[in-house]
């Protein structure tokens, strides 16, 4: 594992394979870090880095990374540290695979990055359907660990900030509206969600949004996977 400080922020971080890069956002909400790849039915991390440069790392106060909370953050806080990543690992253009969480965090990528993103596989991704209650109970009981894990760093203010600016909302994504998803341009992939944090909903309403985007509906079964490999795969291939 290598990691990037700056200032008082230190993100863990692994390379692996060479060619074009590709940063991968790992699912498991906040607590999205690396590991959590080996959950999933497919693996970015065994899939691309045979054929190009990808980097997975944990975002802020999960895995190995950590920082501060205050209570002015939110998404472009995260997309910022993944900015920073890339930045000063050489990589001006680069493409972007995530899961779960990873949804947000690639959408608000390419809202603040549109020159840097080429192409991104957003993998079931979280969004609204009669849920707002269940993201805020696992909101809330990542920040209770967090707070009790060190008091003074993690203030109750701070974290109940961060609740409000990043969860607390109406929006479709979370993260910005349906007009700006609209907005985005760049080649997507996107593989449906089907259960309460991943609504299939969501996919679909995304795949509304980016009528240029590629779709797969079926791929975590067994008699899916290879199929669903392969197209993933190309994905990166025809556009990278």
């Not at 200032?7 to 890069?21: C, K, V």
């Not at 590709?22 to 959590?36: D, F, K, T």
């Not at 974290?159 to 990043?166: A, E, F």
Request: charge should be negative; hydrophobic fraction near 40%; proline fraction near 5%.
């Amino acid at each position: 594992m290598a990691e990037f400080i700056q200032g008082d922020l230190r993100l863990g971080y692994e390379i692996h394979g060479s060619g074009f890069p590709v940063l991968l956002i790992a699912p498991g909400g906040l607590r999205s870090e690396r590991g959590m790849w080996q959950n999933s039915p497919l693996d970015p991390v065994t899939l691309l880095s045979p054929h190009f440069q990808v980097i997975a790392m944990d975002q802020r106060n999960a895995g190995a990374s950590s920082g501060p909370i205050e209570s002015d953050h939110d998404w472009d806080t995260y997309t910022q540290d993944q900015l920073a990543l890339m930045t000063h690992l050489g990589f001006e253009r680069f493409a972007v695979a995530g899961m779960c969480i990873g949804g947000p965090y690639i959408l608000n990528l390419l809202k603040l990055a549109p020159q840097r993103v080429v192409a991104s596989a957003v993998m079931q991704t979280i969004g609204r359907d009669n849920n707002r209650e269940e993201f805020l109970a696992m909101f809330d009981g990542w920040a209770e660990q967090l707070h009790q894990s060190d008091p003074q760093r993690f203030g109750s203010e701070a974290l109940l900030g961060l609740r409000r600016r990043m969860f607390e909302n109406d929006l479709t994504f979370m993260c910005m509206t349906e007009s700006e998803v609209e907005k985005l341009d760049a080649p997507m992939l996107i593989l449906d969600g089907a259960d309460t944090y991943h609504p299939a909903s969501s996919s679909q309403r995304l795949a509304e949004l980016q009528p240029q985007a590629m779709r797969l509906h079926e791929w975590k079964q067994s008699s899916e996977l290879e199929a669903a490999a392969d197209r993933f795969l190309a994905f990166f291939h025809d556009h990278l």
